[in-house]
């Protein structure tokens, strides 16, 4: 922002993205992503565009990844972890919702860690099939 400032006091216009990246000796792709990260976040309330009182927001802008697939998928997975027995529902639950080693795992159900990679490997075949 201060080489910004200073080439725009130099030149009496705003400075293109070469002339800073040359003044500072770095990439263009450098000065460019410095200058988009410090723009100032917007409201996703905020109007974008508004005609005869209706008004659309930011937010109505911002795409839905759910679609059939993503709903069905996750439909599957429901019922594939269903189909596991309760050891091996909470081996996956504290490894993956958790976030605890297979080390920290295996002490908490007083088993060996080899067990437990077992277990994990073994469950989560059984939901991929």
Same mark, same amino acid.
């Given at each position: 922002?201060?080489v910004?400032?200073?080439?725009t006091?130099?030149?009496?216009?705003?400075?293109?993205?070469k002339?800073?990246?040359?003044d500072?000796?770095?990439?263009?792709a450098?000065?460019?992503?410095a200058l988009?990260?410090?723009?100032d976040?917007?409201s996703?309330?905020?109007p974008i565009?508004?005609? *005869?009182?209706?008004?659309?927001? $930011?937010?109505d802008? /911002? %795409?839905?990844?759910n679609?059939?697939?993503?709903w069905?998928q996750?439909i599957c997975?429901k019922e594939?972890?269903?189909?596991?027995s309760e050891?091996?529902k909470?081996?996956?639950s504290?490894r993956?919702m958790? *976030?605890?080693?297979?080390m920290? $795992?295996s002490?908490e /159900? %007083?088993?060996?860690?080899?067990q437990?990679?077992r277990l994990e490997?073994f469950a989560i075949?059984?939901?991929k099939?």
């Amino acid at each position: 922002m201060q080489v910004k400032e200073k080439l725009t006091n130099k030149f009496k216009r705003e400075p293109t993205i070469k002339e800073i990246s040359d003044d500072m000796e770095l990439p263009a792709a450098d000065v460019v992503i410095a200058l988009e990260s410090i723009v100032d976040p917007v409201s996703l309330y905020e109007p974008i565009y508004s005609e *005869g009182g209706d008004t659309i927001c $930011v937010l109505d802008q /911002i %795409g839905d990844n759910n679609d059939d697939r993503n709903w069905l998928q996750e439909i599957c997975f429901k019922e594939a972890i269903k189909n596991l027995s309760e050891r091996e529902k909470n081996i996956l639950s504290l490894r993956f919702m958790r *976030g605890m080693t297979q080390m920290e $795992v295996s002490e908490e /159900i %007083g088993i060996s860690q080899a067990q437990v990679s077992r277990l994990e490997k073994f469950a989560i075949e059984k939901i991929k099939s």
